[in-house]
T-cell receptor
Framework: AQTVTQSQPEMSVQEAETVTLSCTYDTSESDYYLFWYKQPPSRQMILVIRQEAYKQQNATENRFSVNFQKAAKSFSLKISDSQLGDAAMYFCAYEEGGADGLTFGKGTHLIIQP | KAGVTQTPRYLIKTRGQQVTLSCSPISGHRSVSWYQQTPGQGLQFLFEYFSETQRNKGNFPGRFSGRQFSNSRSEMNVSTLELGDSALYLC????????????FGQGTRLTVV
């Protein structure tokens, strides 16, 4: 079974600074997708970024970027110029290619200090 | 475009009862997935439906079941409720292609007493 590990239960960063959230995963599959989802206090999960495993290029969405290390099975999220609205739980997730159904990590609670 | 709608938002049930939760996906989306979120176990995948067929299933007991209707609306049912079933149940919908973005609803908070 696939597993996703987020080793940082909580992270704190000053507004406008950069923070990196860690994620590792374990799978024997070669076709898979990785995601970062954000869950603010409203509880509504929102997609932050998506990465196809077959793509070597790291995905980027505005201030959000990933460092995808396939051999190391690592998928970290970098948030640049942190804003107060970035405060939330961040979940790393894995999905096997050809099948809908996300496996989530336990999450990292991100605190933004003003 | 309306988002994913889950009803009810909050629910209190007694041990041993059964409960049905509803999810209306984004218009045009044919895939609906269900997740359970608890403080202890985190987010866990329950099952996924596409065109009225269960396409994928997580590791939950048979007390948890679901179905999807021809209009893509989905329901999940939990029978013989246990205290441990207290959780936030999230529904997500996505377009026909697999592995695309899942759009989540705000969830149904189920409390079993």
């Amino acid at each position: 079974a696939q597993t996703v590990t987020q080793s940082q239960p909580e992270m704190s960063v000053q507004e406008a600074e950069t923070v990196t959230l860690s994620c590792t995963y374990d799978t024997s599959e070669s076709d898979y997708y990785l995601f970062w989802y954000k869950q603010p206090p409203s509880r509504q999960m929102i997609l932050v970024i998506r990465q196809e495993a077959y793509k070597q290029q790291n995905a980027t969405e505005n201030r959000f970027s990933v460092n995808f290390q396939k051999a190391a099975k690592s998928f970290s999220l970098k948030i640049s110029d942190s804003q107060l609205g970035d405060a939330a739980m961040y979940f790393c997730a894995y999905e096997e290619g050809g099948a809908d159904g996300l496996t989530f990590g336990k999450g990292t609670h991100l605190i933004i200090q003003p | 475009k309306a988002g994913v709608t889950q009803t009810p938002r909050y629910l209190i049930k007694t041990r041993g009862q059964q409960v049905t939760l509803s999810c209306s996906p984004i218009s045009g989306h044919r895939s609906v997935s269900w997740y359970q979120q608890t403080p202890g176990q985190g987010l866990q995948f329950l099952f996924e439906y596409f065109s009225e067929t269960q396409r994928n299933k997580g590791n939950f007991p048979g007390r948890f079941s679901g179905r999807q209707f021809s209009n893509s609306r989905s329901e999940m049912n939990v029978s013989t409720l246990e205290l441990g079933d207290s959780a936030l149940y999230l529904c997500a919908s996505s377009g026909g292609t697999v592995n695309t973005e899942a759009f989540f609803g705000q969830g149904t908070r189920l409390t079993v007493v």
